[in-house]
């Protein structure tokens, strides 16, 4: 969505936007609905947003006035409002024309009535109409119609039905906000102050020198003020935004980048900025901060998030290294930590600020007191320092997952060649990399991997257990993170989801079964993707995964521990999926997470969860062809044969959607199941977010159809459909009764009949089956017959005309009589296939004579004899290779001046082998056009021997052609033929001169 002028939130909660285009879109939460033109009759890119008693206004002050009100669109092409503004007193807009006229709407007459008049309009002045911001007062003011908004005169009335208009200059130079409108008048001081009805001044900030640009909104009792600075890129502007608070102070909401300078705002009822632009429109969180590649100096593929002594925050990317946030802005690491790069995840921190990271270059690098130490990159043990976690044991020790080694532990503090002792696999720990480490309260180590499992090291005896995970047995998942929450549960993170271990003390390591204590959080929206990353923080479990992430309510656990309610966010769109455990809880209380595109820092203080409830709507129903309107949220709902369902339609549509709770939050998904009284199907469906359920066959009869909303990963409601499914007579037990008892008795009549009728037919099919296959094989012996003078032809005439002088001849006779005797054989036998081996022995014959008649001009590719040997149990039609390698000689090769290629190739495709004949000939298309392309006897030879054989075979036979599929290296143009040909491995072969079989 682009260009998008104006932004407006109505009191419902819904977002409303112009386009350029006149186009007039409104957001619900979960989509865009656009009212084009034709719909609105506005026209216009810009318009103001009103909203009153009747309805939502968009006036634009060029056009039109048009009025959106219980769900229909009404419009008026007069009068034209230069300014317009809500009555307090009845709740009711009124417009000022240039002229002076003030209007407001009759409800009754749906139109436009001249209501009183404004002081008048002196030439070449313009009108400013707004009210105040706390009291039932109204501002009129003139100013100067040119660029200097110089103001002229001011008025002050407390109605504007019947309005009674006060002059007062003193309220010449003030400043007033409009309910939906900007600033006219702007005095660059430090404060505004509001007219003489209220004392309250606002204190704003005082726009920097080199800020180009800044505007005042006001919100209903609220103002917004932002500014701009273009930034040195040149293509972006920084753009912040502050809002009054109660006490009429501004504060900083929101900071962002905007290619933009012109901005709109408004507040939603979630307190989320919403700004339009030509780039669209864009929602702001206040309580998050992003920090996402493509920023100022912000790295690439962040692993890593961590805190050091002076409350600043480091970034670690595999790719670029380190940077820091300060508070306000990301800042490129000091040139004394520029080198540090390839950041692995899991960092450390201890309370002094001390920070530890691992990196593919210098193993482990630390950070204290501003000093950064690293191991020597010649260090001799590098492949056996490389870790991705660390977990503090006590005030003396740290453990660490490493690279190959599972577990290490050395004594703190922790420096970056300290001495780590590994847990070994003769001590059980079978994890070769451990990604996450936790304890319970017996002080044991819980440790996994994703692709290898779940461990469990007893420090006390320096024993482990392992689970490995397999696939094909009970065990199928590992762990990539986890975390022991202050109930002393045990939160897995795991390769198929979430997990939770709710007494991992008690847990007998090598007695107990893990997969007994560990049970599984249905976690409906957030699905079941690996977790990334978990962290405890202010009464929630924080877990991100590849769809997003999410907050567990712990509370919540208490009374529904396998569903407990979960406020997710997915995050496809917003950053990409979690990043291994890149998670961080500040020092100032804010919550940090790393993801694909970058970090996102939450403010849970101002976080607004959506606690509200929803009910399920439905909206109609489509059975067959008939569409039934219903718009009901009752709890349940009977549709019966009075509403005249259709007879014989079984499919059936449910279009649905949740009430609206004015937060925008896309955050319900359904579940449906279908009671019958055959059926009694009691499994709900998977989660999904959808407005239509469709049921592909809906049995006759009662029907009953339960949906439920799921918000939180909790039902949020329950709606039953009893549906009543019209018997047709076909589905009537009784008629089906009746029709077999007349119908046994018309058959009892029939089967004499027709079973004397079947003997008649089985003699007859006999008899034409016989004649059938004797047919066919005349056809066979008849194309094996024609086979012998086909091939010898222009052997014969070379040798009559060089038998006595020519040496050749000798080997020439030898081949030619070899492939003679093999077709002469096959037809008098009647047989016109072969073992492929035999084909490939008159293939090389026939290349041989060629060669021995024009020369050595060919560079063939050949199978090797390897090959051949492999598929030599495969029979063919008589001469299938050979025909189309004469194709390619004859009519390919010879007639284009350069062409010597033939490749020959056989691959096993499963059931087939695939055999392929290239040339680099002319081609098809161009034989053709030059009239070289013989008598294609040989080539329908071959397709009827397809057609007969081909219909007792479940695999087929088939040839396809590839035109010019090859380029020539000297003129580029495209040459060549290549034949494709499928043979069946598994192929039947009759032969009815002796009756028998061959079988490929």
């Known amino acids: ?25 409104c957001y619900d939460g979960q989509s865009f609905t656009a009212y084009p033109p034709e719909v609105t009759d506005h026209y216009t890119a810009g318009a103001w947003f009103f909203e009153d008693r009747v309805g939502i206004w968009v006036i634009s002050s060029e056009h039109s006035i048009a009025l959106y009100t219980k769900g229909k669109w009404a419009h008026w092409n007069t009068p034209i409002f230069s300014v317009a503004c809500i009555d307090r007193e009845t709740n009711q807009i009124v417009g000022l024309e240039k002229s002076g006229n003030l209007f407001n709407f009759d409800t009754t007459k749906m139109e436009w009535i001249l209501q009183a008049k404004a002081p008048a309009l002196p030439p070449m002045t313009i009108y400013f109409l707004t009210p105040s911001l706390n009291e039932d007062k109204y501002l009129l003011q003139i100013f100067r119609g040119d660029t200097s908004r110089i103001p002229l005169q001011a008025f002050t009335s407390s109605s504007l039905i019947n309005p009674v208009w006060t002059e007062t200059p003193d309220l010449m130079h003030a400043a007033f906000f409009c309910t939906s409108g900007v600033i006219n008048a ?47 890129n040149g293509t ?52 998050i901060i992003q920090c996402y ?56 921190r201890d309370v002094n600020g001390n920070m530890a990271f691992w990196t593919e270059d210098y193993s482990l690098v630390t950070y204290s007191s501003g000093l950064w130490s690293k191991q ?34 050395t004594q703190l503090p922790l420096k970056y060649n300290s001495n780590w002792n590994f847990i070994s696999k003769g001590k059980g720990m079978l994890l070769d990399n451990v990604l996450t480490i936790s304890s319970d309260a017996k002080d044991r180590l819980w440790v996994g991997r994703p692709s290898q499992g779940v461990a469990v090291y007893d420090i006390k005896s320096d024993t482990a257990q392992t689970w490995l995970r397999q696939t094909d047995l009970n065990f199928n998942y590992g762990m990539v993170s986890s975390i022991t929450d202050h109930k002393g549960r045990l939160w897995m993170g795991c390769s198929d989801g979430l997990r939770v271990v709710t007494s991992p003390s008690t847990f007998e390591m090598f007695a107990d079964d893990l997969n007994s204590v560990a049970y599984k959080i249905d976690m409906a929206e957030a699905g079941n993707t690996q977790v990334e990353f978990l962290e405890e923080f202010k009464n929630f479990i ?7 992430y999410g907050f567990i309510d712990l509370q919540s656990m208490e009374t529904a521990p396998d569903k407990p309610r979960i406020f997710f966010y997915p995050t496809k769109d917003f950053g990409g999926a979690a990043k291994q455990n890149a998670v961080f809880a500040d020092t100032k209380g804010f919550l940090w997470f790393g993801q694909d595109k970058g970090a996102t820092r939450i403010d849970l203080s101002k976080f607004n969860f959506d606690t509200l409830p929803v009910h399920i709507i439905i909206d109609s129903l489509v059975i067959g062809s008939t569409r039934i309107n219903l718009q009901q949220d009752l709890k349940t709902l009977n549709i019966t044969p009075t509403k005249k369902l259709p007879t014989l339609k079984r499919y059936v549509e449910i279009f649905l959607h949740s009430s609206f709770t004015g937060l925008l939050n896309d955050n319900v998904g359904f579940q449906y199941r279908m009671l019958n009284n055959k059926v009694q199907d009691t499994t709900w469906s998977h989660y999904a977010k959808t407005n239509k359920i469709t049921f592909s066959y809906m049995p006759p009869g009662n029907n009953r159809i339960q949906i439920r909303a ?101 080997t020439v006779i030898n081949e030619l009589s070899s492939n003679i005797s093999t077709i002469f054989n096959r037809s008098r036998e009647g047989q016109a296939f072969h073992s492929l081996k035999d084909e490939f022995e008159l293939v090389k014959n026939y290349i041989s004579i060629q060669q021995a008649t024009y020369g050595q001009f060919l560079d063939i590719t050949f199978p090797d004899a390897a090959t051949i040997e492999q598929f030599k149990n495969i029979f063919v039609p008589l001469m299938q290779i050979q025909i189309h390698v004469e194709n390619a000689i004859e009519h390919g090769i010879r007639n284009r001046t350069g062409a010597h290629l033939l490749d020959i190739a056989l691959e096993d495709e499963k059931d087939y082998v695939h055999l392929t004949i290239t040339d680099d000939g002319i081609g098809r298309k161009g034989a053709i056009e030059l009239g070289s392309h013989g008598t294609q006897q040989g ?43 499928l043979i069946p491995k598994h192929f039947e072969y009759q032969n009815h001169e002796n009756n028998t079989i061959f079988h490929s």
């Open 542 to 548: 924080v877990f991100g995964n590849f769809a997003g």
């Open 939 to 981: 080539t329908m030879m071959l397709k009827s021997l397809y057609d007969i054989f081909n219909q007792y075979n479940d695999y087929k036979f088939s040839s396809t052609y590839e035109d010019l599929p090859l380029t020539d290296p000297v003129t580029g143009l495209k040459v060549g033929t290549r034949v494709h040909i």
């Open 186 to 232: 702007f005095e660059r001081k430090e404060k505004i102050h509001q007219y003489e009805y209220r004392s309250t001044n606002f204190i704003i900030p005082i726009p920097s020198d080199n800020i180009s640009f800044y505007q005042i909104f006001a919100l209903g009792d609220r103002m917004l003020m932002y500014h701009s600075t273009p930034l040195p």
């Open 376 to 409: 020597h990159s010649n260090f001799n043990r590098a492949h056996t320092s490389l870790g991705y976690f660390f977990f503090n044991l006590d005030q003396q020790h740290i453990a660490a997952g490493f690279m190959n080694h599972g577990i290490g532990i």
């Open 1 to 25: 969505m682009t260009e998008c002028n104006v932004v407006y939130c109505d009191k419902e909660g819904k977002i409303w936007t112009v386009h350029n285009n006149g186009v007039i879109s």
């Open 236 to 287: 972006n502007r920084e753009v912040t935004v502050y809002v009054s608070d109660h006490d009429n102070h501004f504060y900083q909401l929101a900071r962002f980048y905007s290619p933009h300078r012109t901005l709109n705002f408004t507040l939603d009822h979630s307190g989320h900025l919403w700004v339009s632009s030509q780039g669209g429109l864009m929602r702001i969180d206040p309580a």
């Open 710 to 810: 799921i918000k939180n990963n909790q039902v949020s409601d329950v709606t039953t459909l009893d549906l009543y499914i019209p018997f047709a007579l076909s589905e009537s037990p009784w008629f089906w009764i009746s029709s077999i008892a007349v119908l046994s008795i018309i058959g009892a009549i029939l089967s004499f009949l027709f079973y004397r009728q079947q003997l008649r037919m089985k003699v007859y099919q006999i008899n034409l089956s016989e004649q059938r296959r004797e047919k066919e094989q005349f056809q066979i012996r008849a194309i094996a017959s024609s086979l012998n003078p086909h091939f010898i032809k222009n052997s014969l005439n070379w040798a009559q005309t060089r038998f006595r002088s020519d040496p050749k001849v000798v």
């Open 293 to 348: 590649e493509g920023h100022p100096n912000m790295v690439a593929s962040l692993n890593v998030i961590n805190e050091d002594d002076r409350g600043r925050i480091w970034f670690g990317g595999y790719s670029d290294g380190l940077c820091y946030f300060d508070g306000h802005n990301v800042n490129p690491a000091p040139s004394y930590a520029s080198h540090f790069k390839r950041f692995l995840p899991g960092s450390y």
